[in-house]
């Protein structure tokens, strides 16, 4: 395979990379994609929007061959083609990022990179050394500071970001697709990420590109196509269309207000923390927690924002420091006991510590509460949690055929409204939201940023923990910023400004 298409073919010769025309693919009870179509030009970077169930993912698997369509044509560099396989479509140099990364955690950078093609000596092992000035290579040409002896699972989500990228890269693919590649990095991170993008299509790539964040939309992208149930709507040129038309274009209607914040009165302490360690990782954190309160917690990618909320919750108890809830010590060292006092946690990462996939939608709405209200002499008023399950459902606007529906079919901005509405039946006190709105649409977006607000006004203390930071100035009452952890700083609403964070969190 040649290093580059345009080795052997000059980029002014190709006027699209690929072409998708007509495209139709249904599911049992769902018509997933309907006359669906996209173009691609060499060296650029080509956006597609729209909201959860829009039908983006099921185009890109149809690309990259992990569905076949029902209808329509598919054309690579102006020839059609029919690919068989996700390894076919390697070959043809279509590579797919997808938002939930698929790393082996005990194999090293280098072998998750070259895993099936790793360079053997005469004696058929593995020749580590070629691996690894490879990888070097590959990591230079990138510009990507790794150690390719490191074990994958030593990494933060933002390298191992960058380890699927190179892995891609690795291919010599010319068409990739990035799935909501920023969903868990900073904007430090993201713009690293970037760098990378503009040095990969500098080089004639052509590069899908998911996302659900604007800003980042217009930073990196030339032309974006919009999609709504399943259907395209056309594509624009950034620069000549607006946030608020790809807004109206993406949900059918106005989004007035994206950060949906009114007024609550803020009541008393319901969660006091003193001096919360844990060896390592965080040390003297110390905050207070009011009914009706949203506290923000920002900081970099290893700041331990995530971890504090883990002890909080009794996942990985704290080494030192105390808890008190409504004025009373509690020891709080499994997650059933954070449950007993009014607690609740949204986790980060809805893959690995939140959905489970296998089962289906309404067993992952009730699963929080079977030994809860909904129990007696141990049997489950299951009608009553069924139809409670439907209208929590109903309300954050789940897209799904039926409570039936296994949790796998579902996109992941839905899953994350399954987990959401999960949580709020325990009724909880005290709710804890890891980056809540992670691979989340920007209609669902402003849904639940006023659902959030609805339940503070209702007295409800919560926690918020983003790495987007119009989502944390936006919707936060208080913002504690965090670095390597410690807790650097306390901002007020009126006072806070994205300059001021990063200030504090790169202490």
């Known amino acids: 395979m040649p290093n580059s298409l345009f080795e052997n073919t000059p980029n002014q010769k190709i006027k699209y990379l690929l072409e998708v025309e007509h495209v139709r693919k249904e599911f049992p009870g769902v018509l997933a994609l309907d006359d669906a179509s996209l173009r691609l030009k060499p060296s650029s970077v080509h956006a597609v929007v729209g909201e959860n169930g829009a039908g983006k993912s099921t185009l890109m698997n149809i690309i990259s061959c992990i569905y076949q369509p029902d209808q329509g044509v598919l054309r690579l560099r102006g020839e059609e083609i029919h690919l068989n396989s996700p390894l076919d479509a390697l070959k043809n140099g279509i590579a797919m990022i997808h938002q939930e990364l698929n790393l082996m955690p005990s194999m090293t950078v280098a072998e998750n990179i070259w895993i099936g093609r790793e360079p053997m000596t005469r004696f058929r092992f593995i020749d580590h050394r070629k691996l690894h000035s490879r990888t070097s290579d590959l990591f230079h040409r990138l510009n990507i500071d790794l150690d390719p002896e490191i074990e994958v699972k ?9 380890v699927e990228i190179a892995k891609a890269v690795s291919y010599n693919s010319d068409i990739l697709i990035m799935d909501e590649p920023t969903s868990a990095l900073t904007e430090r991170d993201a713009e690293r990420l970037f760098r990378i993008i503009r040095t990969l299509k500098a080089e004639g790539k052509g590069i899908i590109y998911i996302t659900h964040k604007m800003g980042e939309l217009f930073e990196i992208a030339d032309e974006v196509s919009v999609f709504r149930d399943g259907r395209y709507l056309g594509t624009h040129d950034t620069k000549d269309v607006t946030r608020d038309d790809i807004f109206r274009m993406m949900v059918g209607r106005e989004i007035t207000q994206m950060f949906p914040k009114q007024s609550a009165a803020i009541g008393d302490v319901v969660l006091a923390v003193k ?5 390592g990782i965080f040390t003297d954190i110390s905050f207070e927690l009011r009914a009706g309160e949203i506290l923000g917690f920002a900081g970099l990618v290893g700041s331990g924002r995530s971890n504090i909320a883990e002890a909080l919750f009794g996942i990985t108890p704290a080494s030192s420091g105390s808890i008190s809830i409504n004025g009373k010590a509690v020891i709080v060292d499994t997650p059933a006991k954070a449950m007993a006092n009014g607690m609740a946690f949204l986790t980060e990462d809805r893959k690995e510590t939140g959905c489970f996939l296998i089962l289906d939608v309404l067993e992952n709405t009730q699963i929080a509460v079977l030994n809860n209200n909904y129990v007696t002499n141990g049997f489950v008023a ?15 606007r789940v897209k799904t055929p039926t409570m039936q529906e296994t949790m796998l079919n579902l996109s992941g901005g839905n899953q994350q409204k399954v987990l959401i509405a999960r949580w709020l039946l325990t009724k909880p006190k005290i709710l804890i939201l890891d980056e809540p709105t992670r691979g989340i649409d920007v209609g669902a977006k402003a849904e639940i940023h006023r659902l959030i607000s609805n339940l503070v006004a209702e007295g409800m203390a919560v926690i918020m923990i ?12 208080r913002i504690i910023v965090l670095h390597e952890g410690r807790i650097t700083g306390f901002l007020n609403r009126d006072e806070a400004d994205q300059v001021k964070i990063m200030e504090l969190a790169s202490q």
């Open 154 to 162: 030593a990494l933060t989500v933002a390298n191992r970001q960058l």
């Open 275 to 279: 001096d919360l360690g844990l060896h």
């Open 382 to 396: 299951q009608s009553a949690l069924t139809n409670n399950c439907e209208k929590i459902s109903q309300a954050l």
């Open 466 to 477: 983003s790495s987007e930071m119009p989502e944390i100035l936006g919707m936060s009452d």
